[in-house]
T-cell receptor
Framework: GQQLNQSPQSMFIQEGEDVSMNCTSSSIFNTWLWYKQDPGEGPVLLIA?????ELTSNGRLTAQFGITRKDSFLNISASIPSDVGIYFCAGRVNYGGSQGNLIFGKGTKLSVKP | DGGITQSPKYLFRKEGQNVTLSCEQNLNHDAMYWYRQDPGQGLRLIYY???????QKGDIAEGYSVSREKKESFPLTVTSAQKNPTAFYLC?????????????FGPGTRLTVT
């Protein structure tokens, strides 16, 4: 089946630092979504991408739809303590016109640097 | 306010019992989804429904059942046939299957079976 590789699995942030994470796939996707999940809560949609090369921002968050259509990147600028949580990418394959369901990465866990 | 509600937040059951998880949305979305989340894992699709009175199996449907009698409601039953039912269950909805395609999640139900 389809798989998404999300990296890094975890990282520590210090307030003010920029953060980057990415997802790669063996398949071509026509949609990329980025979510943030706090402990014990449902994921919250951060950014949605629909076109190869698209670059979209949401406050300090910026995400890009890779031009190969097999990857996506999320950057957080000037991180703050409330950025901690788990970030998930999700992609959707277009099967020759028939829309597939979302496939999720395993998440990138952001924690505060001790 | 529009949104997705799941109840209860925490659920405890004895092994061998069926249990039904509730999911309601007032977003007027056509499509609804059930996911299972295990620690350190991405979300896995159990069932989805694109329209009332119709639903399809996802990747891990065995041991689960659903119904979609109303647009707003998509309850999930975890049956005694599900071998590892303890997990965090998330319900989601989207306007439709076509783009723009954005899934919104409820707060989740944590099920513990002993």
């Amino acid at each position: 089946g389809q798989q998404l590789n999300q990296s890094p699995q975890s990282m520590f942030i210090q307030e003010g630092e920029d953060v980057s994470m990415n997802c790669t796939s063996s398949s071509i996707f026509n949609t990329w979504l980025w979510y943030k999940q706090d402990p014990g809560e449902g994921p919250v949609l951060l950014i949605a991408l629909y076109k190869a090369g698209e670059l979209t921002s949401n406050g300090r968050l910026t995400a890009q739809f890779g031009i190969t259509r097999k990857d996506s990147f999320l950057n957080i600028s000037a991180s703050i303590p409330s950025d901690v949580g788990i970030y998930f990418c999700a992609g959707r394959v277009n099967y020759g016109g028939s829309q597939g369901n979302l496939i999720f990465g395993k998440g990138t866990k952001l924690s505060v640097k001790p | 306010d529009g949104g997705i509600t799941q109840s209860p937040k925490y659920l405890f059951r004895k092994e061998g019992q069926n249990v039904t998880l509730s999911c309601e949305q007032n977003l007027n979305h056509d499509a609804m989804y059930w996911y299972r989340q295990d620690p350190g894992q991405g979300l896995r699709l159990i069932y989805y429904s694109q329209i009332v009175n119709d639903f399809q199996k996802g990747d891990i449907a065995e041991g689960y059942s659903v119904s979609r009698e109303k647009k707003e409601s998509f309850p999930l039953t975890v049956t005694s046939a599900q071998k590892n039912p303890t997990a965090f269950y998330l319900c989601a909805s989207s306007v439709r299957q076509a783009n723009p395609y954005e899934q919104y999640f409820g707060p989740g139900t944590r099920l513990t079976v002993t």
